[in-house]
């Protein structure tokens, strides 16, 4: 079955990086795009950033220039580089794919960035 693992996760201070990784299992890795959503307190899930199975990216207007994702097809891996951290990137991040007509979600890490 599908199955997506997220990891990396932690405490940071602000200005700092993490990295978040995602393991992915079960279906084609290649022929999937790739999203990380984030779920910040007191707000809707929303998607950060996505790459696709061509590896075209995009990204919210809130982590341009700070965030990156990359995927490794080898692997069956999706990352996401955050760098220059602020309180407000802290949440719960998930790894994402659909595979027409369900969304497949990890079961989310946990970044928090302090001030």
């Known amino acids: 079955q599908v199955q997506l693992v997220e990891s990396g996760g932690g405490l940071v201070q602000a200005g700092g990086s993490l990295r978040l990784s995602c393991a992915a299992s079960?279906?084609?890795?290649?022929?999937?795009?790739m999203n990380w959503y984030r779920q910040t307190p007191g707000k809707q899930r929303e998607l950060v950033t996505s790459?696709?199975?061509?590896?075209?990216?995009m990204y919210a207007d809130s982590v341009k220039g700070r965030f990156t994702i990359s995927r490794d097809n080898a692997m069956k891996m999706v990352y996401l580089q955050m760098n220059s951290l602020k309180p407000e990137d802290t949440g719960d991040y998930y790894c994402?794919?659909?595979?027409?007509?369900?969304?497949?979600w990890g079961q989310g890490t946990h970044v928090t960035v302090s001030s």
């Open positions: 994402n794919t659909r595979l027409e007509p369900q969304d497949y």
């Open positions: 079960g279906f084609i890795f290649s022929s999937n795009d």
């Open positions: 790459v696709t199975r061509r590896y075209t990216t």
